[in-house]
């Protein structure tokens, strides 16, 4: 019985020193690492490794290996962890956490089986057959406690082609990224960190190695609407297994991206039919054209329904009689409709592939399609092409009318200003390749504010406004009023006048939508009593710019990225009919700039008892680091200074009223 | 292993199992099997091409209709849901936003959920969208689980209908049928976000309601609108309404039965049959054949009685308890102290136990209530506990003190407005204590994750009611706390150079609900990001300066005493210059805010979430080479509910400009008839913030030779 006992004490022992010895070396590696000053972060990741090998049947096995540690409560919600992955073409090879006390000991051990899987992308129209495991570990760490996970997955591409995106959420003690080319392979890779960093060789023959130091993580203060900096280094090897996506140049990329496209292009009869429809009666080639764009922009629904799973299946639009029968599709399905259209009335276009959101996303220098978002339509422009239209001019094949048939509210001759500025690829089979898709010029993106008031002698202030933007202006006011609907963008209307006029009185609008044109006419009507600063008994002090936006920007401390900046041309005019036998005794001397980024024209006159103000205002578009915003938000702060000049009234005085003798 | 395999209790197990699984199977292919029939759309119907009720909505409710229908199942009570709407669609574009036209999706366990849709263009062309038009997925699963395991459990799935080629015009039809348990309280609501409903009809058909547990009431919350029938001899419930316009969100609204028209039936059977349970127990028992008699009042009696059974049950003082509540209590000298020395004492604990929680692995232990001196010894304990386990510690230390103390219950008045008649305990949402002293109800919260000072409740449980823990039905009012406990004061020295720039520093003081919502959302931040909290939550919100720094964070773990913030700001051209003036607004604070109430209309009652003052005090040292133009007066409304009143004064040894604000909500609630007395109230306060004063440029040869002292005057 003794033997018995020792037997299964020693077992214990036995099996509580393997469980000890369980915790594998690079979690030991990450328990070790001194938290030092970042002992008080929320968060922060103790070792990183991210490990890719390629194998020479176009299989792609990717191994992620963290270990976080938790300082404050605050840290808690990153232990929950999640990854993708897609069950059509990827395998999950590992699924493995670690809940670790802050005395270094293993609490608990999760697999595969404790994971909870779902699906990855849950949208209103959005439905694909990504997957997710997730592991809600949030509740369970403490402070000084960590979490260790091990997630690997088995993925076929023949494009052999990887990347890893320092994305700085927490910050990190250091991280490695190691990738292995197949048998007598070698690896190209490019890095868009700076300081660059070079790699050195890995574990097995042709690897490569990056070790990336100690990063902190991104300022808390950044502005939310910057840009981020991409910072990644993408790898690939020389030779792919025979992808259908040939990535060694731009040009070869376009050939092969425009072969997955084409076959969803073909018209069929009643592609034909509802093309010969829907032009019907109109007369020139852009009316035409016009009819094609708005009924794929307005009558087929966004919906993304992705249920292919290869490696092709995010490129690949489905085709255009199904979309047109349908009437759904997303954005490359919209695209693909379009073209079809198009080329049924003799059209030629071009698929056109940006990165939506980030004109600084694509990086010239490494030719893939994961750079790309999103997929819009280029149109051979011609002579009779208004010219103010966005247009790039793609060389070979000519110039092209830019259209983003998923923007519900751009019409033809306006770019969604989210696709401006950026590289994209034009999909072609020849003289395709990386283009520059244009940003608006002023002209492009106006506002014209008019304001009529009268002012009575006992300072109420009747006023009647017409706004009416034009071009992206246009189109984004537009979009603004049909999300909002009636009553909420009265409501807005409302709320923006109090801004500059805190009491407003009997208020009423109307708006008016000119798609043809793009522009979106508001016109206002209200009344504002006790207008002005009355300064003693006679003077008083108004601004004669009556109402119109703020140019006011923050300071910020844009530590990286960039904030962007669209163009616009405003011009305002404001007439303010003065009470009877008021006289103007001061006015703000015009001024006029060009400065880098904005320039200005303001008058201010005083006429037939009208006191007339005009300002025309101009901004260019900019992609403005720390330096080029302080530029410009001290030149909007001169402008804004400028605005808010005033004028000194004389008032009329008041007929002595005789008193009434008391009784 | 052999003799495993075919021992009884596995062929029981494995029999079961199968029951289930053909169970779950048969009740899926039945409600497949459910017909759907579509009446006709009519060509008037087809023919309207402007809204009836609200111009210029993207569509229209023709018919909102929910039919319920309880049944009885040997496997317990299932509820049979049928919903169908009718929609006359008059913008398709923003339609298809309004009503998820493309997104037709849901998680449900529940495999009896079937939906049809039939959309009927204007040319009269209909097309139905069947099971077919569906896609599925499987909307979560244990990872890695395989074989006859993951075959009997019952998958969740998504089911998504891509639904489009609504044209202008259009009639689109969409009906779901699925059943569920039985759940106690059932709440609809009959009116939609930005879709009015020309017709909404609600109907249900109870289970056989003999039982005499089994009690159920139907109420139309929102008004007039709604009528309701009871016929059957009660089995068969119906409201209905007409007309009902699109919900429209505004600020400072109350409840959901506020803006909505609401049906919520009740069942008080779960906590009958909690009652029976402690029947069961003979102690209990015998307690309650004690107490029979004195149980009285309304129908809330029984949930009343229950709370009080609770409360004594786990609130019976101990020797600790009363050890403890000696010590705390040694230095008090009335009932009131005595209170708010307990409550202070069990929020601290709180607190640290949340401190403790972050720091300490714990086992999750799932109790009605722990005991008492458990929750004393939680640092030992290395075990959860529940926030109402530190509610029955604090009754514990009020009894042990002699304090007449009562656990209360406290309905959530932001879901609906409470209604006595309507008699379920899902309508309250969280528990405190009732204290009693010299005929005045005080009122402690000492467990909520929030640090609420004694006498506050959370907001969204104030200017109600709350039901008193006892042997009988008694409702307490729940008044708001005075607007002196909850202050928002903000001060600030500055220097106004001649070229309008302002900059100097400044400090937020809070305390009260504010206080304590900013305590809440800092807790577990670091430095930096409390700065940046406290910044964004309150700072950049009221004025737009060029920079502004936070420094110094005070008082966050404080109770009663307030929460500071130190900022620094610098606010270029600040004042407006001409050639020969400096226009600035004194009120530095409010110089940018806006009030509001900027809608012309309002349809609900502005509710108010807590009664509170905003008092600022500024200081700016005026540029000395300019002096004031002419002496201005400062606006002042002083009432009752809404008070405002500015002062403005120039010292004149020290060349700097003094103000004083005071604004204080003391009211709970203003009803829409009052709202434009209300927006404009708010707008000539908005003007007088936005008061400016004129300086004017002293030349340079001649000293300054006037500076008029300038006091509040009346407009």
Known sequence: MKAFFAALLFALCLNHSVAAAEIPDWIRSGLSAEPGEWAKRPAVVAYDSHGVSFSATGHIVDRRRTVLRFGTAAGFRYADLDFKYNPGSEKILTAKAWLIGKDGKVQRRFKRSDF???????????????????????????????????????????TLETSHWVTREL?????????????????????????????????????????????????????????PTVRAILVRCARPVGSEMDQSSWASLATAVSGVFAPATQPDDTVRAKATALTSGKTTRWERIRALCEFVQRDIRYIQITLDADYLAGIRPHRA????????????DKAALLVSLLAVIGERSHMIVPNAGNPLAVVEAWPSANWFNHVIVGIVADNDTPPNWPISDVGALGKLVIFDPTDPVSPLGVLYSKDQGGFALLAAEKDGGLIKLPFDTPAQSTTKCQVTATLSSDLLLTVHLNTANQGTAGSESFGGRLFNGNVEYGRMLEKTLHNTMPRVNNFKWTDAWDSVVSRHTIDQHFDSPKYGKRLG?????????????????????????????????????????LPEGCTVTELPEPAKADRAHLSWDIACTSQNGELIYTAQIRQKSALADAKIYEEIRRERQELHDLLRRTATLTLAPKPIQPIAPKP | MASLRSCFPCRVIRLLSLLLFFGLKTTSVLAAKEDFTWDTVTPEELAETAPKIEADVAAEALLFKVEIDDKFRVLGDVREYHTHQRYKIYDPERAARILSLADYSYASGNKSWTIRARLTLPSGETTEFDEKAFLERTVENKAGQRGLLALFRAKRTEKYLPLTGVERGAVLEIQAKWQAEIPETEIWMLQLPEIPVRKAEYRHWLRDSTRAEFKVMLYGLNGTKLETKVLDQSRYKIASATDLPAIHEEPFSGPANDYSAMTILSTTDKWTRYAYTFETDKKMQEKRAKDARNIFGGPWKVIAWNLNEYASRYADPTGRTKKLAAQICVNATTDEEKARLIHNHVLRMRQKYIAYAQRTPLREIITLASSLNDVLDFETQKRTFSDNDFLMLALALCKTQGLDAYFIALPDRTYFRFNIAIVSWHLFSRYALGIMIDGRWHFSSPHTEEVLPFEMLPMRNLAQVALVAQSAQEFIPIFMPPAELSRVALTGDFNLDSSGTLNGEGCLSLTGYPASDLRLTMRDLDEGARKKAAKEKFLSSNFEATTLEVGHIEGLDGIEEPLKIHFNLTWESYAVRTPNQLILK??????????????????????????????DEVFINLPNDYTLDAPVGAPQYPGQAINYTLKLGYAQKEHRLILHRDYT???????????????????????????????KAIAPASPATTSAQVEAVAP
């Open chain 1, 116 to 158: 909870t899987e779902s699906f990855a992308t849950y949208h209103s129209v959005m439905w694909d057959t990504q997957r997710v495991l997730y592991l809600n570990l949030s509740s369970q760490v403490t402070v000084g406690a960590y979490v260790a996970f091990e997630f690997e997955k088995e993925s076929t591409d023949p």
């Open chain 1, 171 to 227: 910050p990190a003690h250091a991280s490695t990224f190691e990738v292995s080319p197949p048998p007598n392979q070698t690896l190209q890779w490019y890095s868009t960190l700076s300081p660059a960093l070079t790699p050195t060789s890995g574990d097995t023959p042709g690897s490569l190695r990056w070790t990336i130091g100690r990063t902190d993580k991104t300022p808390d203060d950044l502005p939310p609407e910057s840009l």
């Open chain 1, 321 to 332: 009689p199904d979309v047109l029968k349908k009437r759904y599709g997303d954005c490359k």
């Open chain 1, 537 to 577: 008994v006679d003077r008083l002090i108004v601004q004669p710019r009556l109402l119109a936006p703020n140019f006011i920007l923050p300071r910020l401390e844009i530590t990286e990225g960039v904030i962007q900046f669209h163009a616009r041309q405003i011009d305002e005019r404001s007439s303010l009919k």
């Open chain 2, 586 to 615: 004194p009120s530095v604070f409010r110089s940018s805010a806006q009030t509001p109430f900027t809608a012309s209309t309002r349809i609900t009652s502005v509710v108010f979430p807590f009664r509170w003052i905003e008092s």
């Open chain 2, 665 to 695: 909500v003391d009211c709970t609630e203003l009803k829409s008839l009052g709202y434009p007395m209300l927006k404009k109230l708010h707008e000539l306060i908005q003007q007088s913030d936005q008061n400016e004063i004129v300086l």
